[in-house]
């Protein structure tokens, strides 16, 4: 049996979709102040033929990507465990993609759908840091009952050009209660927080036997294969 995976992304609406190949979707307004709206809602599934999918694309066909050549801080809310397996995905991800991903410290915060209201910057950088949360599907409105993570990234319109600016992965500790700790193959903890990661930075799902297929199961490849590879080049940060 697969298990599924959900992405959110967020423009100007919540976009939930829990069917992989455009299923039923959910829509909530997004109460968010202080980040630029856009008008359009983004093509989920925009294949490139090379393995990887983009969450976002500009008008010249571009990723949307982060553009922020600082540190991007990321605050923890996981048991230790977890903590562990998300601080070495952090590092894997910021390695392939040139974003200053960083663990900067812990949180209590666990991000509702009108996420990220109320959360005030951290340090230098000018949005909402990034959270990741473990928590209980019935805590937050972003998990659903069977789902192990998901996904949410913001974007603000930054000197005429549209970037990724915030986000966070909620990943489903009851759910992950039954994978295995670590990384590697299969139902690993780690291939879940790495697939999220996957999401945050603008890879959406593919069809074929990348970790950024929709499903994941026993099959499921160790971290990332080429196709991931080349998707988090290509949307990666020029700094």
């Given amino acids: 049996m697969t298990t599924r995976w959900i992405f959110l992304g967020l423009l100007s ?18 109460g968010v102040s202080g980040l630029d709206q ?7 599934l925009l294949g490139r033929g090379d393995g990887y999918a983009l969450t976002r694309t500009t008008e010249s066909g571009e990723p949307v990507r982060w553009h922020h050549c600082g540190t991007v801080p990321v605050l923890v809310n996981a048991s ?9 995905a952090v590092s894997e991800v910021a390695d392939r993609t040139g ?14 759908l009108d996420w990220p209201a109320g959360v005030e910057p951290v340090g230098s950088y000018p949005y909402p840091p990034v959270v990741i ?5 019935d805590e937050t409105g972003i998990l659903h009952e069977g789902d192990n993570g998901a996904a949410v990234t913001k974007e603000a319109a930054v000197g005429g050009t549209r970037q990724l600016v915030t986000g966070t992965v909620l990943l489903n500790a009851d759910e992950l209660d039954g994978f295995d700790a670590g990384f590697g193959p299969g139902l690993s903890r780690g291939n879940v927080i790495l697939h999220e990661l996957g999401h945050l930075v603008g890879l959406a799902h593919v069809a074929g036997n990348e970790l950024m ?19 988090l080049e290509a949307v990666s940060v020029d700094c």
Avoid: C, K, M
Wanted: charged share 20%; no cysteine.
């Fill in 13 to 30: 609406l919540v976009l939930v979709t829990t069917h992989p190949w455009g299923g039923p979707v959910r829509t909530a307004l997004d």
């Fill in 38 to 44: 856009l008008q359009a809602l983004p093509d989920l």
């Fill in 133 to 137: 949360a473990e928590t209980a599907a």
């Fill in 213 to 231: 297929h929709a499903y994941i199961s026993p099959r499921t490849p160790d971290g990332f294969t080429d196709g991931d590879v080349a998707g």
């Fill in 99 to 112: 974003l200053d991903l960083q663990v900067v410290g812990d949180t209590e915060l666990v991000p509702q």
């Fill in 80 to 88: 230790d465990g977890t903590t562990a397996d998300i601080v070495a």
